[in-house]
């Protein structure tokens, strides 16, 4: 079975920084382009940061441009979120999100979600 474990979330103060894991299992991971999503409470999924397979291109949300770097490590099957000079209005769930393609078929997978919270 498919897995994504992300972790690396938690409270944290306005201007802070936290970084977030997601580990692949159980599938050819360095086929795979990786996403990070957010959700915040009352509002809809939104995608946040985007790398390429081998990871020469990553795009991101206006919203979060010059302070989240998103990255990957094929060898150790993880993509990371960088997160730095964190706002308020980045508390959600975090998901991270696997898109791959066999063929025709398209496949998609998400991780289960992880918590950051930006408070005083």
């Known amino acids: 079975q498919v897995q994504l474990v992300e972790s690396g979330g938690g409270l944290v103060q306005p201007g802070g920084s936290l970084r977030l894991s997601c580990v692949a299992s159980?599938?050819?991971?360095?086929?795979?382009?990786m996403s990070w999503y957010r959700q915040a409470a009352g509002k809809e999924r939104e995608l946040v940061a985007g790398i390429t397979t081998a990871g020469g291109t990553q795009d991101y949300a206006d919203s979060v441009k010059g302070r989240f770097t998103i990255s990957r490590g094929n060898a150790e099957n993880t993509i990371y979120l960088q997160m730095n000079s964190l706002k308020s209005e980045d508390t959600a769930v975090y998901y991270c999100h696997a898109r791959g393609w066999i063929g025709t078929t398209r496949y998609d997978y998400w991780g289960q979600g992880t918590q950051v919270t930006v408070s005083l």
């Open positions: 159980r599938f050819t991971f360095s086929r795979y382009s």
